[in-house]
């Protein structure tokens, strides 16, 4: 039923663009940390890149693993149609304000710079993909609005640049 492959099909491209949710799970070493992830922040680049634009929260994990050059894995479900999972295997270069990429990425996702944590280029080295038999339908109803909410009053409150600064943590990668 399932089959890997080194790149992303047409077919695998138009599947992600319609997906409402995804999970994304990265580790560096110790403990698997696995994140649901909505809104619109994904884009696809080529059969081998993908970008995940990164709004600011609770944590900063993905962050971490990445500067300690950790493993990626992002899974995508149909909840309608057809049944399928497919599970993108990569590594994860952080993309900064201070990079020009980032603003050629922030672009291509019509975001305001200043709500926008960073950005992770994801350089997709495996794709997997099964059948999904056993994903439940399920009925999109609508984007919760709580994180955007929250990250436009923090900033028009000018608070998200300082929270920003003082909930990052940089790795102690000798704990990795």
Known sequence: MGKQYKNLTDKDIEFIKKQKLFYLASSSGKEVNLSPKGYDTIRVINHNTLVFLNYPGSGNRTYTDAVANGEFTIVFNA??????????????????????????????????????????????????????????????????????????????????????????????????
């Open 79 to 176: 909840f309608e149609g057809t049944a399928k999972i497919l599970r993108l295997f990569c590594k994860a270069k952080i993309i900064e304000s201070k990079n020009e990429k980032f603003y050629e990425y922030l672009s291509i996702f019509n975001e305001k710079e200043s709500l926008v944590r960073n950005i992770f280029e994801m350089h997709i080295y495996a794709v997997e993909s099964s059948c999904g038999y056993s994903v439940p339908i399920m009925e999109y109803k609508e984007d919760r609005t709580s994180l955007k909410d929250w990250v436009i009053k923090m900033d028009k409150t000018n608070k998200l640049e300082e929270y920003k600064i003082n909930h990052f943590t940089p790795p102690n990668l000798q704990d990795i």
